[in-house]
């Protein structure tokens, strides 16, 4: 391979170039991002970035010596528009054409919106654009704030809006937020920090729309009520970043469609990251962003899958001073034991927990609140296929 395009210059495009350097690739590296940032961390944009505890030169993932030392072509602000059916010619939004031997697509996702959120103080969360926006508004003093949404990037914001001394609420859809990556009872131990943090939750009910005529002015929801709202944060998830994909011949299913070493249809285009679906699953996890471009850079350069992406799914979320780990592969049916720390009220107490999920007598998944030592050595466990964790082990 001469020349090797990575399409998307974020968390994974930038962990995809530095293995395609690592690997030994010495050709041509191009990359192209259309956000005219270089690579930065989206973490923390809903956490300290948020409370301003943080600044931009917090967020940036590599300094300007690594940059340098890739050795790549970034064309940065530049939106790749298609590509054609062989997977050799990348088609950019400027005109420009890159013939490519190898493609990285790393586009991520992009947050979903709102009929209606044209509306002044309404903000979504994705992008340091984003995040500059929702932080200058909160800046205007104590505000009524409406997160719609209780998901993961919800209740973060939720929890630093609070913190910045806002009113906050949040909606939530389901009966309770995070139950397909939690499971009920431990979603409903998780919704218990909203509580914590003097926020109300209110679940169970849709939004029937935006009320306001420049501003927003409140959140009308399916049951007939309206809360008022000056600011609205809308957290309704992510769609995976393919539109500029159609008309290639990848298979695009919510994400780009990838064999478990993330190769697509065309050997010479792989995939990784949030739009990735990996041998059926997508996740928009900071650690699979991280890990799945060494497998797929190995197969890129090997013309062919020989290495598979299998490393156990894993996240976190900050909220409410709260730390959630959570890793593994939990099912509905899963039994759950607390192995250490106690509730206090259904609520984690002062110090935290650390919860297994079993299956048949096997450990499958593990979740901790602020017990970060004990749930390394269970999701290591895992990791290596045990099990169980022994008590004392923890
Ligand atoms: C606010 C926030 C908080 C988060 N907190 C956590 C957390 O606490 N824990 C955790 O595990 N994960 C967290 N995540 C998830 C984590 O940040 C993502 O999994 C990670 O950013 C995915 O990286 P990516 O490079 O695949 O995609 P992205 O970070 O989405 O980057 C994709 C890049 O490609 C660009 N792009 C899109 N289309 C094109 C195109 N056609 N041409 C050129 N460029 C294009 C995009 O603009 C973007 O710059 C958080 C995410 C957000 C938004």
Redesign the pocket.
């Known amino acids: 391979m001469r020349t090797v395009t990575v399409?998307?210059?974020?968390?994974?495009?930038?962990?995809a170039a530095r293995e395609l350097r690592a690997q030994g690739f010495d050709g041509r590296l191009v990359i192209?991002?259309?956000?005219p940032?270089r690579?930065y961390?989206?973490?923390?944009?809903?956490?300290d970035f948020l409370t301003g505890r943080v600044g931009e030169d917090h967020l940036a993932l590599a300094d300007d010596e690594e940059t340098a030392g890739l050795g790549a072509e970034w064309l940065l602000g530049?939106?790749?528009?298609g590509l054609d059916v062989r997977g050799r010619t990348l088609l950019?939004?400027d005109g420009r054409t890159v013939s490519t031997d190898g493609v990285v697509i790393?586009?991520?996702?992009?947050?979903r919106s709102l009929p209606g959120d044209g509306l002044a103080g309404v903000h979504t969360?994705?992008?340091l654009d984003?995040?500059r926006a929702l932080r200058d508004e909160l800046a205007d003093g104590p505000r009524q704030v409406v997160v719609i949404g209780g998901g993961?990037?919800g209740a973060?914001?939720a929890s630093s809006c609070a913190a910045l001394g806002h009113t906050v609420t949040v909606v939530e859809a389901a009966s309770l937020p995070l139950v397909p990556h939690l499971g009920a009872q431990m979603a409903a131990v998780c919704a218990a920090l909203h509580r914590r943090g003097g926020v109300d939750l209110v679940t169970g009910t849709g939004v029937a729309g935006l009320r306001g005529a420049a501003y927003v002015t409140g959140v009308a929801l399916s049951d007939g009520s309206t809360l008022p709202a000056e600011i609205v944060v809308v957290g309704i998830g992510?769609t995976p970043?393919t539109?500029?994909l159609a008309g290639s011949t990848l298979t695009l299913h919510d994400g780009v469609v990838c064999d478990e070493g993330c190769v697509t249809a065309l050997p010479q285009v792989v995939a990784?990251?949030?739009?990735?679906r990996v041998g059926g699953t997508r996740?928009?996890?900071?650690?699979?962003?991280?890990e799945q471009p060494r497998v797929a850079v190995a197969n890129l350069l090997a013309g062919r899958t020989v290495e598979r992406a299998r490393s156990l799914p894993?996240?976190?979320?900050?909220q409410y001073g709260a730390c959630i780990q959570f890793a593994g592969r939990r099912r509905d049916g899963d039994t759950v034991r607390i192995a250490e720390g106690e509730l206090t009220d259904g609520a984690p107490g002062d110090g935290g927990f650390l919860a297994l999920y079993e299956r048949d007598g096997r450990m499958t998944a593990v979740l901790s609140v602020d017990r970060p030592r004990p749930f390394m050595r269970a999701r290591r466990a895992l990791t290596r296929g045990e099990s169980r964790v022994q008590p004392t082990a923890l």
Do not use: C, M, Q
């Open positions: 399409v998307g210059a974020s968390l994974s495009g930038l962990y192209v991002g259309d956000e940032h690579p961390d989206r973490p923390p944009l809903s956490k530049t939106r790749a528009r950019l939004d790393a586009t991520g996702a992009s947050a969360l994705r992008s984003d995040a993961f990037i973060e914001t992510a970043n539109r500029w990784v990251g949030d739009v990735a996740a928009e996890h900071w650690t699979s962003a991280t894993y996240f976190w979320s900050d």
